[in-house]
């Protein structure tokens, strides 16, 4: 990495300081082989939605709101009522001068299309008529692909020095400026300090920027796209594992690089407007009556659906539940998919009962899979790796070592035919060859990817002493404790597609972008553990003896389930397995036949060949609807259709001693939820910042991301085809509701010790509310960090009834 001490001056240290915030203010972006979805407003939490939205329209261009259609069309369909708009309007920061007629005015009239403030580069290309600004991303893109080429390319870039040291050498030898009319730019960057944070300060120096150069920096990484994202990536995990890392401020520095060449060729005829520009950088970003106003809508929509989820949370539940031992228990992950598959698993039979808990059941596994030494990060990325995990090989080692050259061979292979020398006549001789391949995967008949066999096993390094620690925490956080089942389901789940870049998108986001079937198995074979559940048992924690846990992993995209009954010993009775396998063969048809309502041409019939056509840019729908976070016991929502949008995590406060597993639950799941929710938001509403653009025109790059056809910049956050279907928007861009059934004391208390989350509450990227023992949503938490009463119909005049 480069030398981070170069800014030794108070000028220096004040544009350090303005650098580290600027790239701070970037979301990360995790590669392709595991993605996650991320808050894109992760570095404007600790700033309100309002301001937030007056920033990204000055450095970005765009609203944080949909077009006024949108709410106009739901306010004359009765979907938002005057009470939402009167409800948002007193909890806004619109001021007095906007009343309710005031409001509904605003509906009829669309704002003014809005532009960000130029870069130099802008201002250059308006001064000259040429595109720079293409011409930037194009290089920068170029490098970018090689530098961080995470196997993809045959001849890997060297990262010899770090990435600015890197890119020096490249674009001091690159021709395409040059040959562009960027006369001199090789030489321009062989003059440039040798370190990154020398750069940004002489780069201020010519541009003028003092040492304040206020949203800039800022601003140009948001010109980079996805590169700053997955930079910003790099450094995030980096600082998880105690490290420090300096990549998006290197790449800070080479975007300021370019600025500074414009700059200085162009300079007589941009300088009177980059100056009009650097003032507008330097004031603080203030929301204008349009953003104020767009604010109150999406917030009058949020109260809308608040409302509905209220009155659907206060009807008498339709579950028939027979106050016997359930037959099958299942836990699921918290996902929004398994509510559907959960409400129609529990239709098949009164003896169901299910649960939800994060995907990755509590175990941080780091795991290598078989026949790899690749280790698989499967947990939440806010998190570390507590236990390590390996797939089982120690009866038939032969069978490993002949899977890795298998491996080794195929590689070798995939080299061959994309060599610089083979490849020209590889196509010729070899394609009759691939005919029957491509005729069967075309047609959809090609084999799907199987989990691993191979059971995943503990390191041994972990003890027994551990071993029953982890089960312990495990049960009590999920309220398993008592009134356990004959079979006991543990469902992580994955997602089964093809041709599609974005798979690991579509898989468990608490298992870091992977399937949830190696932790589910791990959790399973731990609880069958004798000598644990005696352990257990002397804690207070009794299983009974004819319990058994069961792995499984639900498919979201055919909603299949795969039980992994193989990995019990002694072997499951065949009638209670068919038994099971005929509960879930069920549930997944009533969920199919659910799911076909939202997704583009779908029936029921054609959802497991959906999977395989290469074709289709929509095999689900993923989160697409994610609204609400319900934790609670599962009695509240049984037999209510949340129509797969809420996570639903099982909580029951009365047996949370000191209220540790609540604050697991705001400072963990909560917080992976609002990421999620948050990315769709930022997708729908601000594709062109947040949305990873069309699916059709997607190439992938460095095995990492994928750009809109054949370079430029990286595109991060979800594609277009997962917030829309072509004709409207199957995401409703909506903030998250967080729903707790807790004391709200005691939430508040979490709250004061960790500001972080307390941060998206009082700043308006989540509402929080709390249920009362009856399961009914009670009172709502004020930005004012005071708890109001809740009241669906008139939440407009309620009035303050306890300090937060």
Same mark, same amino acid.
């Given at each position: 990495m480069a030398d981070t001490s170069s800014f030794d001056t108070l000028h220096g240290q004040a544009l350090s300081r303005a650098a580290d915030k600027a790239v701070r203010a970037i979301p990360p972006a995790w590669p392709l082989t595991a993605t996650v979805a991320v808050n894109p407003f992760l570095g404007q939490s600790t700033e309100n939605f309002e301001t937030t939205a007056a920033l990204l329209s000055r450095i970005g261009g765009v609203r944080l709101a949909l077009p006024r259609k949108h709410y106009a069309d739901k306010v004359a369909a009765g979907d938002i009522t005057d009470d939402d708009l009167l409800a948002a309007l007193h909890a806004s920061r619109a001021g007095s001068d906007l009343d309710l007629a005031a409001l509904k005015l605003a509906l009829t009239v669309e704002p003014k299309p809005i532009s960000a403030l130029p870069t130099i580069a802008e201002l250059a290309a308006r001064a000259a008529g040429k595109d720079w600004p293409a011409l930037v991303a194009d290089r920068i893109g170029a490098f970018a692909a090689g530098y961080f080429d995470e196997g993809q390319a045959l001849w890997a870039a060297s990262r010899r020095n770090g990435l600015y040291a890197a890119w020096r050498a490249f674009a001091m030898h690159d021709l395409t400026p040059e040959i562009l009319g960027l006369k001199g730019f090789g030489g321009h960057v062989s003059d440039t300090p040798e370190t990154p944070q020398a750069a940004i300060e002489r780069a201020a120096v010519s541009l003028s920027l003092g040492a304040e150069p206020g949203s800039y920096f800022h601003q140009l990484l948001l010109t980079l796209g996805g590169w700053a994202q997955y930079a910003r990536h790099i450094q995030f995990k980096a600082e998880i594992s105690g490290l420090s890392d300096t990549t998006p401020l290197e790449l800070l520095a080479i975007r300021l690089v370019f600025e500074e060449a414009l700059y200085l060729r162009h300079r007589s005829a941009i300088e009177d407007e980059w100056r009009r520009v650097r003032k507008t950088h330097a004031e603080p970003a203030s929301p204008d009556a349009d953003t104020r106003i767009d604010a109150v809508l999406q917030q009058a929509a949020e109260r809308a659906a608040q409302r509905k989820l209220a009155s659907l949370l206060a009807a008498p539940s339709q579950a028939k539940v027979?106050?016997?031992?359930?037959?099958?228990?299942? @836990?699921?992950?918290?996902?929004?998919?398994?509510?559907?598959?959960?409400?129609?698993?529990?239709?098949?039979?009164?003896?169901?009962?299910?649960?939800?808990?994060?995907?990755?059941?509590?175990?941080?596994?780091?795991?290598?899979?078989?026949?790899?030494?690749?280790?698989?990060?499967?947990?939440?990325?806010?998190?570390?790796?507590?236990?390590?995990?390996?797939?089982?090989?120690?009866?038939?080692?032969?069978?490993?070592?002949?899977?890795?050259?298998?491996?080794?061979?195929?590689?070798?292979?995939?080299?061959?035919?994309?060599?610089?020398?083979?490849?020209?006549?590889?196509?010729?001789?070899?394609?009759?060859?691939?005919?029957? &391949?491509?005729?069967?995967?075309?047609?959809?008949?090609? &084999?799907?990817?199987?989990?691993?066999?191979?059971?995943?096993?503990?390191? @041994?390094?972990?003890?027994?002493?551990?071993?029953?620690?982890?089960?312990?925490?495990?049960?009590?956080?999920?309220?398993?404790?008592?009134?356990?089942?004959?079979?006991?389901?543990?469902?992580?789940?994955?997602?089964?597609?093809?041709?599609?870049?974005?798979?690991? @998108?579509?898989?468990?986001?608490?298992?870091?972008?992977? *399937?949830?079937?190696?932790? %589910?198995?791990?959790?399973?074979? !731990?609880?069958?553990?004798?000598?644990?559940?005696?352990?257990? %048992?002397?804690?207070?924690?009794?299983?009974?003896?004819?319990?058994?846990?069961?792995?499984?992993?639900?498919?979201?995209?055919?909603? *299949?389930?795969?039980?992994?009954?193989?990995?019990?010993?002694?072997?499951?009775?065949?009638?209670?397995?068919?038994?099971?396998?005929?509960?879930?063969?069920?549930?997944?048809?009533?969920?199919?036949?659910?799911?076909?309502?939202?997704?583009?041409?779908? &029936?029921?019939?054609?959802?497991?060949?959906?999977?395989?056509?290469?074709?289709?840019?929509?095999?689900? !729908?993923?989160?697409?609807?994610?609204?609400?976070?319900?934790?609670?016991?599962?009695?509240?929502?049984?037999?209510?259709?949340?129509?797969?949008?809420?996570?639903?995590?099982?909580?029951?406060?009365?047996?949370?001693?000191?209220? &540790?597993?609540?604050?697991?639950?705001?400072?963990?799941?909560?917080?992976?939820?609002?990421?999620?929710?948050?990315?769709?938001?930022?997708?729908?509403?601000?594709?062109?910042?947040?949305?990873?653009?069309?699916?059709?025109?997607?190439?992938?790059?460095?095995?990492?991301?994928?750009?809109?056809?054949?370079?430029?910049?990286?595109?991060?956050?979800?594609?277009?085809?997962?917030?829309?279907?072509?004709?409207?928007?199957?995401?409703?861009? !909506?903030?998250?509701?967080?729903?707790?059934?807790?004391?709200?004391?005691?939430?508040?208390?979490?709250?004061?010790?960790?500001?972080?989350?307390?941060?998206?509450?009082?700043?308006?990227w989540l509402s929080l509310f709390t249920l009362d023992d009856r399961g009914q949503m009670a009172w709502r938490y004020d930005e004012n960090r005071t708890w109001v009463e809740f009241s669906p119909v008139a939440a407009g005049t309620a009035r303050v009834r306890a300090a937060g």
């Open positions: 027979a106050e016997i031992r359930p037959m099958l228990q299942a @836990a699921f992950c918290i996902d929004v998919r398994s509510e559907v598959f959960r409400r129609a698993l529990e239709s098949a039979d009164s003896g169901i009962r299910t649960l939800g808990f994060a995907g990755f059941f509590g175990l941080g596994a780091s795991h290598r899979g078989f026949a790899s030494d690749v280790s698989e990060h499967r947990l939440p990325v806010l998190l570390k790796p507590s236990v390590f995990t390996c797939a089982e090989v120690d009866r038939d080692k032969d069978v490993d070592r002949q899977a890795r050259f298998t491996a080794r061979g195929l590689r070798a292979w995939g080299r061959f035919k994309l060599a610089a020398v083979s490849s020209f006549a590889f196509v010729e001789a070899m394609g009759p060859v691939y005919a029957a &391949k491509l005729l069967r995967d075309g047609l959809g008949f090609g &084999k799907a990817k199987r989990p691993d066999t191979a059971k995943p096993r503990f390191s @041994a390094s972990l003890d027994f002493d551990q071993r029953a620690g982890i089960a312990e925490t495990v049960l009590k956080a999920m309220s398993l404790t008592e009134g356990f089942g004959r079979y006991v389901l543990i469902a992580g789940h994955g997602a089964n597609t093809v041709n599609n870049p974005y798979a690991s @998108a579509l898989h468990c986001g608490a298992c870091g972008g992977y *399937a949830g079937d190696v932790n %589910a198995r791990l959790l399973a074979d !731990l609880l069958n553990d004798r000598a644990v559940r005696e352990r257990l %048992a002397v804690k207070g924690l009794r299983i009974p003896p004819d319990t058994v846990f069961l792995a499984g992993l639900h498919d979201t995209t055919t909603d *299949a389930v795969t039980l992994f009954a193989d990995d019990v010993e002694p072997a499951i009775a065949a009638e209670d397995l068919a038994r099971i396998r005929h509960w879930l063969a069920l549930a997944g048809q009533l969920t199919r036949a659910e799911r076909t309502r939202k997704l583009p041409r779908a &029936k029921a019939s054609d959802v497991i060949a959906r999977s395989r056509d290469w074709s289709e840019v929509r095999p689900e !729908l993923g989160l697409a609807g994610c609204r609400a976070f319900i934790a609670a016991p599962r009695s509240r929502t049984a037999g209510r259709s949340l129509d797969g949008q809420v996570f639903l995590h099982d909580y029951v406060w009365r047996k949370d001693e000191g209220f &540790k597993i609540l604050e697991l639950i705001l400072t963990a799941p909560v917080v992976v939820a609002s990421w999620i929710s948050l990315q769709y938001f930022g997708s729908s509403v601000a594709p062109s910042l947040f949305g990873a653009g069309n699916k059709l025109l997607h190439n992938v790059v460095g095995g990492v991301g994928v750009v809109e056809g054949n370079g430029g910049n990286l595109r991060a956050g979800l594609p277009w085809q997962s917030v829309h279907d072509g004709e409207a928007f199957v995401h409703e861009p !909506l903030r998250l509701t967080v729903a707790l059934e807790a004391p709200k004391e005691a939430i508040s208390e979490i709250l004061q010790r960790h500001p972080n989350v307390r941060a998206l509450f009082d700043n308006g």
